[in-house]
């Protein structure tokens, strides 16, 4: 079996990119309210702070801060893609692995996790996640996507409306 190395820092800030299996859907923000209700009763079990999100049809990136002592992203992780996928109807496609290992077939078994260096490093990345829908095509502006924590930061003054992001020669590394 693979050893996958994750790195855990006790109240550390992560960047995630998690998919579902089936690239070709928009499972999620049709399920868009289901997934919010994941990630609320995970943060109500487990708390931990969700400082910027993309939400995209097949697949999300955010980033989250964890408590002081706290380094488990992955039973959070674990909890919200399993009550996500028990709140959707059964019926997706599966391979005969995930058959015999009990598993749904909607998310992809592992995630990519970054853990945040220093304030620059968080920056980047908070901008890689709000131009994210620009850099896939499904809106030409970043105010346009609704499934983004970019709203929340033009709440708070971080950023004007019209905020365009970071360039692709700055974003080409980050997340997927």
Known sequence: M????????EGGSYFFT??????????LIDNIELLRQSFRQTKEELPFEI???VVLPEHLHCIWTLPDGDSDFSTR??????????????G???????????????????FWEHTL????????????????????????RVREWPHSSFHRYVCD????????????????SLGE
Do not use: M
């Open 77 to 90: 992780w674990k909890k919200i893609k399993t009550s996500f996928s028990k709140g959707l109807p059964k």
């Open 92 to 110: 997706e496609a599966r391979s005969e692995s995930r058959i015999k290992k009990g598993e749904r077939g909607i998310w992809q078994r592992r």
């Open 117 to 140: 260096k220093d304030e620059v490093d968080f920056i980047r990345h908070v901008e890689y996640i709000h131009y994210n829908p620009v850099k896939h095509g499904y809106v030409s």
């Open 18 to 27: 998690l998919a579902l299996v089936d690239r070709n859907t928009s499972l």
């Open 157 to 172: 003054g971080s950023y004007p409306l019209e905020w365009a992001g970071c360039s692709d020669n700055e974003a080409g």
């Open 51 to 53: 400082d910027s999100i």
């Open 2 to 9: 693979t050893n996958y190395r994750r790195n855990f820092i």
